[in-house]
């Protein structure tokens, strides 16, 4: 889709507002004029507290975690999840006391972060269902433990080398839904497929139909189940060979396995997908920041920036622009604090530094979007953190993955090893949470 107008923005007190909108908008911002209503009374900023540090299992090669996917935090039991490759496990934290608890593993062993596609990595996703932990890895398999570490399952959706990758439950008829974007991890790959995974007594997985996805050019990413309308919906970031802008928003009937809705989506490139259940809407968290000529932007773009992420309401219907945030992968919804969190490893808006002696290579900033849930307006940017790769000691880490409390409205992002934040010298789950700022005179 092509912009009609260059759209510029300040960022001011952690908000960004529009200062310049000039003649005709995109067909895109039309359709979304609930973003730019105003703003709520400000909020107390969302700051980093703690690194909570993950240790060096005896599987991992590299020093430290560099190479992890999808986060997943447990409502009932504040437990959270980290499917990290670098250490072949599931990294396990309690998110009430923010202390490390253990890491799980797998037999046979998780895939690890393969140095030739990360469709041959895992683990990729976590969630728990039914009491059960689940996780997807290469070899398009699955594998189900108790809470407590022990595993019941490994099954294989297709023996393929390509990864199962994203997932999502529906609690009401026990079925998981799991992503395969790539499934032979060729450069050119036949179309992704979901599967549709039951979830039996004891964690006991037994695999059900596949769904084509015939239409989806560049993969598919994640699914998110909505109790309201009984259906699954899944981000597909490209649904066209010659056009980068051209994605979509599907609706899966979990009955019968069958595609009942397609949603055009432009300029977005959807990954993420995060559910707000209390006014029907989702966010779409874009994984490309395009420029305002429609073309994939780059840092000597011609043409300025145009971060955003997108919210659909679950009836197809485009709801808002978030103009800001870059880049995202996963997305989370927090009941808590009524906001959306975006893991956005890339953005226009991420500074960057040199680290000299000891590498001399760039590494930089990425950043959290915090987005209001009902206002539907970008709150903030918080910084995150990258690691590019060092050839021979480890792969590249950015912070594309993040989860939340809604107990105690804490939030978590896994941070590469790295020394600039705190516990984080071997890789950390980033604590995030509103700060407590004192106003007109209180004290503590």
Known sequence: MLWSERLSYVFCRNHFR?????AAVPAL?????????????????????????VPVAAANKTGGMFSFDISFVDQKTQTGYVADRSNLAIDVFNAKTDKFIKQISAKPAFAGASAVSSELSGPNGVLTANSCIIATDAGDRVVSFTLGGSQVSSVRIANVPGRADELAFDPRDSLLLII???????????????????????CKLTVGKNIGLPFATNGAEQPQWDP?????????????????TKGALVRINPLSAAIDAVYAVSSCAPAGLALNPSNNTLLLGCSVTFDTAGGPWSGTDTNTAAPLQLIYGTNGFLQAVVPGPGSSDEVWYNSGDDHFYTGSSSSPFAPSVIVAKATSVSQGAAVLGVVDGTSQRLDQLVPTFNVPAVTGKHPSGSSHSVAANSNNNQVFVPLPANNAYPGCLTGCVAVYAHSDLDLSGATD
């Open 228 to 244: 309201n309308t009984g259906r699954f919906f899944l981000s597909i970031p490209n649904v066209s060979a010659t056009d980068p």
């Open 180 to 202: 395969t974007p790539v499934p032979n991890g060729s450069a050119n790959p036949p179309s992704p497929y979901g599967t549709l995974v039951k979830v039996g007594a004891g």
């Open 29 to 53: 911002l039309l359709a979304a004029t609930g973003a730019w209503a105003a703003s709520p009374a400000p909020e107390n900023p969302v700051l980093f507290q703690e690194g909570i540090p």
């Open 18 to 22: 529009r200062s310049a909108l000039t």
